[in-house]
């Protein structure tokens, strides 16, 4: 499928899936190929480091509660608020996402290698799918990213449940994806997914590039 896109030329592969999918274990298997990975939330993290101007303007909003005591953005309390009223969310999505997407852009202006890959939760529901030529999704059954959620994060089944409930249906993301991973097998299966990934991306990349 080809998307429109901007700002890159490098051929960039967009890795996304729900939470508990497995997106990182993927993601460390490109970076072992030499891959670039960008990561969306390290460059939503980064949107909101203390003197930020997106950091100002969410204290404005939400008050002082909304940092931790050392001027770090209090992510717990800002979750809580945004899950409680959608307009909220709304707001903070619309301050933060051109910044994230800046920040993105100019990570993605630094590879090397034939192809990049842009690892983000959220790059189907936001306008993050137009920064890269092709989707791969990681996918496991809900019962799987419950179990594997609960265990890694130490939350609830209620918790994660919610999480879950906020994202993307599963089913509309296999639609929307180019290439479905499987992941609901040992390391080993996705190791020998990935190599076999790689190669299919560096030929669609060396037509891209070409």
Known sequence: MTRPHSGKTVFTVGLTGGIGSGKSAVA?????????????????RQAVLPGSEALEHIVER?????LHTDGTLNRAHLRQKIFADPTQRQW??????????????ESLGHATGSYAVLESPLLLETNQHTLVDRVLLVDVPE????????????????QIRAIIDSQMARQKRRD???????????????????????????????????
Not at 92 to 105: G, K, M, S, V, Y
């Open 28 to 44: 460390a298997e490109f970076r072992k190929l030499g891959i670039l990975v960008v990561d969306a939330d390290q460059a939503a």
């Open 62 to 66: 939400f008050g002082g509660d909304a």
């Open 92 to 105: 903070l999505e619309a301050l933060l996402h051109p910044i994230i997407q800046q920040l993105i852009l």
């Open 143 to 158: 019962s799987l990213q419950l179990s594997r959620a609960c265990q890694r994060d130490n939350d609830s089944e209620t």
């Open 176 to 210: 929307l994806a180019d290439d479905v991973l499987d992941n609901s097998g040992p390391i080993g299966d996705l190791t020998d997914a990935v190599a076999q990934l790689h190669q299919y991306y560096l030929t669609l990349a060396s037509r891209h590039n070409s």
